[in-house]
C-alpha cells in the first residue's frame, strides 16, 4: 500500500500546492525515500514492484518539467545499479533513501551556485523582468541585491495562476524594489528593462526553453528591443528524450483557472488553458547552470555527458524494433 504521506503529495503537486519545476523534483525524491521507508514487508521483488508503482504515480502528477521524470531517474539509475550487490530489503530501502537524499542535496547546491555565478551578470543600476515564480531566477535576483547591487525588479502577474503575486512577496520580503505589471503591458515596459531573468521547466536538445506560458512573448520583446534574455536553470532540466526527437509535452489545464465556469458554460465558448510554452534558443542570450553559463546551442553537451547512456540504450531499443 503508498503510504498517505506519498498519496497526499502527489495530489498536492497535482494541486499546484507544490509547484515550480525545482520544487516538484524535489518533493517526488521525498516522496520515494518516504515510501521506501515505509515499506515493511521482506521481499525484495515485492519491493521493487512496489518503488515502481511509487515512481509511476508520481511521475503522473504533472506533465511539463522534466526535473521531475529527471529526479526519478536520477534515484532509480542508481538503485539499479545497486541492486547487483543488494541481497535484502533493508539494503534497498537504504540505497533509495541515500540517492534521493543526495538527490535533494544536490538541487539546493545547484539553486545556490545558479544564485552566485547569475548575479555576477547583474549590474548596480540595472532594471530585471522576471515572469511566473521562478526560485532558481529569484535566488540570483536577491543574490545580486544582498551583494549590494542596486536593482529594480519588474514582476508579471502570470495569468491565469497569478504565481507573479508570489514572486513579488518573496522580493518584498527581501527589500527589494519590485514592481508587478500585468503581462500584457510587457512590450510597454520592456524600454525600462536591461536584462530579463526566467526559469525552465524543460530544455530540449536543441536550446529550446519550455517555461511558464507567456516566457516565448517576453522572449521575442526582449529580442526586438536587445534586451538580454536570461534563463535560470539547473541541469536536470534538460530533458534527455529530445534528442530522440520526443517533443515536451505542454500541460493544458483547467479552464475554469481562465475565467468562471458560468462564463464559459452559459456562452458555450471554448477555452483553452495551456500552461506553458516554447522559446526558441535564438531568443535566448545564456543558461545560467550549476556548472556554469551555457549558450542554448550547447544544450546537446550537457544531455550527453549526463544522460549519454540512456540515450544510447534508447536508441538501441529503437533500432532493434525498427529491424524487427
Ligand atoms: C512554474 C514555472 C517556473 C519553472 C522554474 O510553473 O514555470 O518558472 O518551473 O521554477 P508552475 P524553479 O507554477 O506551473 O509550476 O526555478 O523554481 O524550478
Not at 516538484?24 to 521493487?48: H, M, Q
Not at 508520481?58 to 522534466?66: C, K, N, S
Not at 508587478?180 to 526559469?199: Q, R, T
Request: charged letters at 25%; proline letters at 4%.
Amino acid at each position: 500500500m503508498i503510504p498517505e504521506s506519498v498519496l497526499k503529495l502527489a495530489e498536492d503537486i497535482k494541486a499546484m500546492r507544490i509547484r515550480g519545476a525545482g520544487r516538484i523534483a524535489r518533493a517526488v525524491a521525498k516522496g520515494l525515500a518516504e515510501a521506501a521507508t515505509a515499506y515493511t514487508g521482506d521481499s525484495l521483488e515485492e519491493f521493487n514492484e512496489y518503488i515502481r508503482r511509487v515512481a509511476k504515480l508520481l511521475r503522473e502528477t504533472r506533465p511539463t518539467a522534466v526535473s521531475l521524470p529527471n529526479a526519478i531517474s536520477y534515484i532509480l539509475s542508481r538503485y539499479k545499479r545497486d541492486l547487483e550487490y543488494i541481497e535484502r530489503v533493508h539494503e534497498a530501502r537504504e540505497s533509495i533513501i541515500t540517492h534521493a537524499t543526495e538527490f535533494i542535496k544536490y538541487s539546493l547546491e545547484a539553486v545556490k551556485k545558479i544564485g552566485i555565478i547569475g548575479s555576477h551578470m547583474i549590474s548596480s543600476g540595472e532594471t530585471i523582468l522576471t515572469h511566473c515564480n521562478s526560485s532558481t531566477a529569484l535566488e540570483i535576483i536577491i543574490r545580486a541585491f544582498k551583494d549590494g547591487k542596486d536593482i529594480e525588479v519588474f514582476a508579471t502577474e502570470t495569468r491565469p495562476k497569478c504565481q507573479g503575486y508570489i514572486t513579488a512577496g518573496i522580493l518584498k520580503r527581501n527589500n527589494v524594489p519590485t514592481v508587478l505589471i500585468p503581462d500584457s503591458a510587457i512590450k510597454s515596459i520592456m524600454k525600462k528593462i536591461d536584462k530579463v531573468i526566467v526559469g525552465a521547466d524543460a530544455i530540449a536538445a536543441n536550446g529550446a526553453v519550455v517555461n511558464k506560458v507567456g516566457t516565448s512573448l517576453i522572449a521575442l520583446a526582449a529580442n526586438e528591443a536587445s534586451v538580454d534574455f536570461i534563463v535560470a536553470a539547473e541541469t536536470y532540466k534538460f530533458s534527455p528524450v529530445t534528442v530522440l526527437g520526443e517533443l515536451v509535452e505542454i500541460e493544458e489545464r483547467d479552464p475554469r483557472e481562465v475565467c468562471s465556469e458560468k462564463f464559459f458554460r452559459y456562452k458555450k465558448i471554448k477555452i483553452r488553458n495551456p500552461a506553458f510554452d516554447i522559446t526558441p534558443p535564438e531568443y535566448i542570450d545564456i543558461i545560467v547552470t550549476e556548472r556554469g553559463l551555457i549558450p542554448p546551442q550547447a544544450a546537446i553537451l550537457v544531455l550527453s555527458e549526463d544522460y549519454g547512456w540512456i540515450i544510447m540504450d534508447r536508441m538501441i531499443k529503437l533500432t532493434s524494433a525498427l529491424e524487427e
